[in-house]
């Protein structure tokens, strides 16, 4: 797993998505702890792993409305995407999410907690 990674996400959909007025959240791994960085990029991992192998819908029936995240992992390799709805059936995909807003908070107060 590399060490070092720019993350990007955005949100996509929604009841209030306004194409053009998405913000944009980026950090760089290096500003994580080394255990929240490789949490993180494990939590990826799994999910797109778990995407490759499983042909099952993850997203619940009249979800229509929900907001997808968009997230990007740059790393050295080149550029790795993966789209998680807010209403993903995946446990793991959804733990990505929260910890994914968790370490952009945490990237933008200032580095480690």
């Keep these: 797993m590399p060490a070092m990674a720019r993350v990007r996400y955005h949100v996509e959909g929604g009841i209030a998505y306004f194409p053009g007025l998405v913000a944009e959240r980026s950090f760089e791994t290096e500003a ?16 797109c792993t778990h995407r ?14 929900q907001q997808t995240y968009v997230i990007e992992i740059q790393e050295d390799s080149g550029v790795r995407r993966l789209v998680v709805g807010e209403f993903d059936e995946d446990p793991v995909a959804r733990e990505l999410l929260e910890r994914l807003r968790d370490c952009a908070d945490q ?3 200032g580095g480690e907690q």
């Excluded at 099952?56 to 029936?61: G, S």
């Design 32 to 47: 994580l702890p080394p255990a929240r960085r490789e949490e993180l990029l494990g939590l990826f991992d799994t999910v």
């Design 52 to 65: 490759l192998s499983s042909a099952d819908p993850t997203i619940p029936e009249g979800a229509a409305d």
């Design 107 to 109: 990237c933008e107060a």
